[in-house]
């Protein structure tokens, strides 16, 4: 394990008493730097990681209680343990040197056993300070983390393994450099019999390595409290308990060299904090607990908003497949349409969540046709101009089914305005262009290729290459006036898929 020498500051304008010091103190190991005035030494305190200053209270220009004024009301500083070197007669002087802060006192002259056991016991109490400290830093910062995840939540976009990525990220090169941080940091979850899927996150390194592996799922510790996750430490492998060996076992084949480690584990959490520079304690056990309770939450988070996406996209196709109950649609119909649109968007460049939204949205265009009477639905031959119109208010029909809640806007416009046609010759409104929504545009050119390729009263089935011709140049229904230019060329480019997403969804 490699750790930095503790650096003590000895501040004495008598360079005897200085050297003296250094003799008593360089045989323990530590770095030692000296300053020979008040000035010199608050300059080397902002510079480096000083670990404990020992002060002479007479000097010239600024006496020794001014600098330790100094740095107990430097937000920086404070937390450096300060000795002052007094003679054992100046009872006052003891008495300023509390008030202006000091932790200690070592007399004049020197006694090497006192002045050896006085900076070994500071030490020890700055490093459980900036432990404490550290773990304090950590877990507000993953408490920061998690509001600012519930305050930028966003159902339809929420990304678990991003959002798990970027936190541990922060929280590992935030913690670069510090003693008391993991160099790595592990997250299992469980995915179904014994199987759990593996990250490893590493310093600086991304992405983590992801793998898949199997070891035993459930609780491993049957006394841990309900609302707490487990939580086992060791500096050592040899520390593992055998609930916990073979999940650390694994994560040493990736790691490699395991020097300590903290876990904590959840039914379905695996959470596991690896090689810290200093030993491990309860401290990093409480941090790698507040790590996991807020893995747990983003991972139910997660879970949760996957739950409600599949229930909405389960609903949108039940409604639609409603809508189709009495249309002379060969079955898919809506499936094929909304495939198709996620097609020409992607082909069109627009972000896959949207081309996702999309391929949903698209299923309900003609939601409506549940007013429309099964028999003129189902006529077969020429329809009435009375029939027509009917037909016809399936667009504003179909609205008025979505209504209008926000999370269903796409699926309003397109039904909509799935019958407008880019020269203005469509229904219900005969808008022309760019004032037809996007969404709209694109599923018209959707839905009239399916139309083509399936036998309607007025028409036999076409195959791919007759449905692309006809979208293309047009006959005596169709025109390629009636679709988006720029998306009749994306159709162009990509219709073999049209080919094969027709060609899977058929029956
Ligand atoms: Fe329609
Ligand atoms: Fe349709």
């Given at each position: 394990?490699?750790?930095?020498?503790?650096?003590?500051?000895?501040?004495?304008?008598?360079?005897?008493?200085?050297?003296?010091?250094?003799?008593?103190?360089?045989?323990?190991?530590?770095?030692?730097?000296?300053?020979?005035?008040?000035?010199?030494?608050?300059?080397?305190?902002?510079?480096?990681?000083?670990?404990?200053?020992?002060?002479?209270?007479?000097?010239?220009?600024?006496?020794?209680?001014?600098?330790?004024?100094?740095?107990?009301?430097?937000?920086?500083?404070?937390?450096?343990?300060?000795?002052?070197?007094?003679?054992?007669?100046?009872?006052?002087?003891?008495?300023?040197?509390?008030?202006?802060?000091?932790?200690?006192?070592?007399?004049?002259?020197?006694?090497?056993?006192?002045?050896?056991?006085?900076?070994?016991?500071?030490?020890?109490?700055?490093?459980?300070?900036?432990?404490?400290?550290?773990?304090?830093?950590?877990?507000?910062?993953?408490?920061?983390?998690?509001?600012?995840?519930?305050?930028?939540?966003?159902?339809?976009?929420?990304?678990?393994?991003?959002?798990?990525?970027?936190?541990?990220?922060?929280?590992?090169?935030?913690?670069?450099?510090?003693?008391?941080?993991?160099?790595?940091?592990?997250?299992?979850?469980?995915?179904?019999?014994?199987?759990?899927?593996?990250?490893?996150?590493?310093?600086?390194?991304?992405?983590?390595?992801?793998?898949?592996?199997?070891?035993?799922?459930?609780?491993?510790?049957?006394?841990?409290?309900?609302?707490?996750?487990?939580?086992?430490?060791?500096?050592?492998?040899?520390?593992?308990?055998?609930?916990?060996?073979?999940?650390?076992?694994?994560?040493?084949?990736?790691?490699?060299?395991?020097?300590?480690?903290?876990?904590?584990?959840?039914?379905?959490?695996?959470?596991?904090?690896?090689?810290?520079?200093?030993?491990?304690?309860?401290?990093?056990?409480?941090?790698?607990?507040?790590?996991?309770?807020?893995?747990?939450?983003?991972?139910?988070?997660?879970?949760?908003?996957?739950?409600?996406?599949?229930?909405?996209?389960?609903?949108?196709?039940?409604?639609?497949?409603?809508?189709?109950?009495?249309?002379?649609?060969?079955?898919?119909h809506t499936i094929r349409v909304g495939e198709y649109c996620a097609a020409l968007a992607r082909g069109?460049?627009?972000?896959?969540?949207?081309?996702?939204?999309l391929r949903?949205?698209a299923q309900?265009h003609?939601?409506?046709?549940?007013?429309?009477?099964?028999?003129?639905?189902?006529?077969?031959?020429?329809?009435?101009?009375?029939?027509?119109?009917?037909?016809?208010?399936?667009?504003?029909?179909?609205?008025?089914?979505?209504?209008?809640?926000?999370?269903?806007?796409?699926?309003?416009?397109?039904?909509?305005?799935?019958?407008?046609?880019?020269?203005?010759?469509?229904?219900?409104?005969?808008?022309?262009?760019?004032?037809?929504?996007?969404?709209?545009?694109i599923t018209a050119i959707a839905d009239v290729y399916d139309?083509?390729r399936?036998?309607?009263?007025?028409?036999?089935?076409?195959?791919?290459?007759?449905a692309?011709?006809?979208?293309?140049?047009?006959?005596?229904?169709?025109?390629?006036?009636?679709?988006?230019?720029?998306?009749?060329?994306?159709f162009?480019?990509i219709s073999?898929q049209f080919a094969e997403i027709y060609?899977?969804l058929?029956?």
């Amino acid at each position: 394990m490699v750790t930095r020498p503790k650096k003590i500051l000895c501040v004495d304008d008598d360079v005897l008493n200085i050297r003296l010091l250094e003799g008593i103190l360089a045989g323990e190991g530590y770095g030692i730097m000296s300053a020979r005035d008040g000035e010199t030494a608050l300059r080397i305190l902002e510079e480096g990681d000083i670990d404990l200053v020992l002060l002479d209270v007479v000097m010239p220009s600024m006496d020794g209680f001014e600098v330790c004024r100094r740095i107990k009301n430097d937000e920086r500083l404070r937390h450096i343990p300060v000795v002052m070197l007094t003679a054992l007669t100046a009872r006052t002087d003891r008495i300023m040197g509390i008030r202006a802060g000091a932790e200690d006192f070592i007399h004049k002259p020197f006694y090497e056993e006192e002045v050896l056991a006085r900076v070994r016991m500071l030490l020890k109490m700055k490093e459980l300070n900036d432990r404490l400290t550290g773990a304090y830093d950590t877990i507000t910062h993953i408490l920061a983390y998690g509001k600012k995840t519930m305050e930028e939540f966003n159902p339809l976009h929420f990304n678990f393994s991003a959002t798990l990525e970027a936190m541990i990220g922060s929280l590992l090169n935030r913690s670069c450099g510090s003693r008391s941080a993991p160099r790595a940091i592990f997250i299992g979850t469980h995915q179904s019999k014994n199987r759990w899927s593996c990250r490893l996150y590493r310093e600086r390194t991304a992405p983590p390595d992801a793998w898949v592996q199997s070891f035993p799922a459930g609780a491993i510790d049957s006394v841990a409290p309900s609302d707490t996750l487990p939580v086992y430490y060791g500096n050592s492998l040899s520390d593992a308990s055998s609930e916990i060996s073979a999940t650390l076992e694994a994560i040493g084949e990736k790691m490699g060299e395991i020097r300590n480690f903290v876990l904590s584990r959840g039914d379905d959490l695996c959470v596991c904090a690896l090689n810290y520079d200093n030993m491990v304690s309860s401290f990093e056990a409480s941090v790698l607990n507040s790590l996991a309770v807020q893995v747990l939450f983003l991972n139910n988070l997660s879970r949760q908003t996957r739950e409600t996406g599949e229930a909405f996209a389960y609903t949108i196709h039940a409604l639609a497949r409603a809508a189709e109950l009495h249309d002379q649609n060969t079955g898919n119909h809506t499936i094929r349409v909304g495939e198709y649109c996620a097609a020409l968007a992607r082909g069109l460049g627009i972000p896959e969540h949207q081309a996702e939204a999309l391929r949903q949205h698209a299923q309900l265009h003609d939601v409506g046709k549940i007013y429309v009477p099964a028999h003129i639905l189902r006529k077969q031959g020429e329809l009435s101009r009375d029939e027509h119109s009917y037909i016809e208010q399936h667009p504003v029909l179909g609205a008025q089914i979505i209504g209008g809640h926000p999370r269903f806007a796409m699926a309003k416009s397109i039904a909509l305005h799935h019958h407008e046609h880019w020269d203005g010759s469509g229904y219900p409104f005969r808008i022309k262009g760019e004032a037809i929504p996007l969404d709209a545009r694109i599923t018209a050119i959707a839905d009239v290729y399916d139309a083509l390729r399936n036998q309607r009263s007025y028409k036999s089935a076409f195959d791919h290459d007759t449905a692309c011709r006809i979208i293309m140049e047009g006959n005596e229904r169709t025109s390629p006036e009636h679709f988006d230019p720029v998306l009749l060329q994306v159709f162009n480019k990509i219709s073999p898929q049209f080919a094969e997403i027709y060609e899977k969804l058929h029956n």
